[in-house]
Nanobody, 115 residues
């Protein structure tokens, strides 16, 4: 089973994007789904998680402009990003944590914010 992210691209500063992540099949026993990002030359950092109960957790430094949500379809998760800044330029990855299958990563989607 693979995770496929979409929705990235080139956007002007101040704009918005909605990133999507969908599993190519069924991943059972999901306890949480999350979004991370990795900017050039930097370590991958967590943005947000949503657990099986729908509870969301955000990185303190990124609260306010990012919203994670479950999709209506199973095994999907979204990340809404508003008021984009050039420093948001990064590859964005989704991640599913399953107590049966372990951790699954997507291949990433590039977000580039132009000034």
């Amino acid at each position: 089973v693979k995770l496929v992210e979409s929705g990235g691209g080139l956007v002007q500063a101040g704009g918005s994007l909605r990133l999507s992540c969908a599993a190519s099949g069924t991943i059972s026993g999901i306890s949480a789904m999350g979004w991370y990002r990795q900017a050039p030359g930097k370590q991958r950092e967590v943005i947000a998680f949503i657990n099986s109960a729908g509870t969301t957790t955000y990185a303190d430094s990124l609260k306010g402009r990012f919203t994670i949500s479950n999709g209506n379809a199973k095994n999907t998760v979204y990340l809404q990003v508003n008021s984009l800044k050039p420093e948001d330029t990064a590859v964005y990855f989704c991640n599913f944590l399953s107590h049966i299958h372990g951790t699954t990563w997507g291949q990433g989607t590039q977000v580039t914010v132009a000034t």
